[in-house]
């Protein structure tokens, strides 16, 4: 039977400290690109802020594999630019986006299509989200497409005070999973 921490060992993954959960780069594309022009338009359903972004060459994508097990969460985060989650393998999760509505947009990633799960979902540039997994005695297997490249010069880690200043409406989801 797979278990988390057979999926640990086989695929090597070490702890996120910042995000929480375990994770590891699979692939960084050879192929360079410059971010300059990536994040001077914003996608025109997107709502948040954009972060300044300084000229530099990134790899066309990276993946990574992420995993969460048990009471572990992906903290409040952002990064500058898009990042496709996958599904793989265990309990469903949900993504929650932090925005101006008042209901935080709730995704469902999973793989019972009845159920309306998605097996992927991109969240946009610059948006702040967090995901926690379903069943807390379980695990998820996922990975993280991240396009122009991630770089870590590019992830921001959500702070409680900032972000309830900024968005009073989700202190509840702010305070549960906000690491700061």
Known sequence: MIDAEFIIKKLELEKHVSEGGYFKESYRSPDMISNNGFHNKKHEHEISEEIPYHE???PASTLIYYLLVGNQYSAIHRVKSDEIWHFYLGSPVTIHIINEDRISPRIQLGNN???SENIHYIVT???WFCAEIHNKTSFALMGCTVSPGFDFEDFELGTKDKLIL???QHRDLIERFAKQ
Do not use: A, G, V
């Open 113 to 115: 299509l009845e159920n």
């Open 125 to 127: 540039k610059d948006t």
């Open 166 to 168: 900024q968005y009073p």
């Open 56 to 58: 530099k060459i990134r």
